[in-house]
């Protein structure tokens, strides 16, 4: 009756001592082709990063029941989750050398539910304002048929490194 699932991860403090010691997107760059690895919350949801560019990110997840809230379909925090990475990694990848950031705030709107039949979802995150010490970004979730599952904006603070 029981199910399980084993993950492992490497030093958390690879990655996290690698933002701001080069542009955010050169660090991002880095990450998608391996050279930095994943955060722990990669492993733990199966979350992946498969795109970057200037201001935009996508992070994709193939649902299963382990992501499943009581009522049988992918728990909220499973999406305010991706949807944070997809803001938050955004305004990563607009910063300058010697910058870091932290959210502030996410404020979700969840629109469709998600289950293991839903298949591969995408979190895609772009900025909308960068400034001195803020950042506004927004992240869309989607099916694979592009269908809008949830929105979200973040207001990240940016500091030195």
Known sequence: M?????????????LSAAVG?????????????????????SASLGLSLEEVEQGRVVFALVPGE???NPIGSVHGGVYATMLDSAAG?????????????TSLDLNVKFLRAVTVDTGKIRAVGTVLKSGRRTALAQAELFDSSDRLLAHATSSCMLFPA
């Open 2 to 14: 029981g199910r399980t699932r084993t993950f492992d991860w490497e030093d958390p403090n690879i």
């Open 66 to 68: 382990e992501h499943y």
């Open 21 to 41: 010691q080069d542009s955010g997107l050169d660090t991002m760059r880095e990450w998608l082709a391996g050279r930095l690895p994943d955060p722990p919350i």
């Open 89 to 101: 990694c955004a305004v990563l990848s607009v910063l300058p050398k010697g910058m870091r950031y």
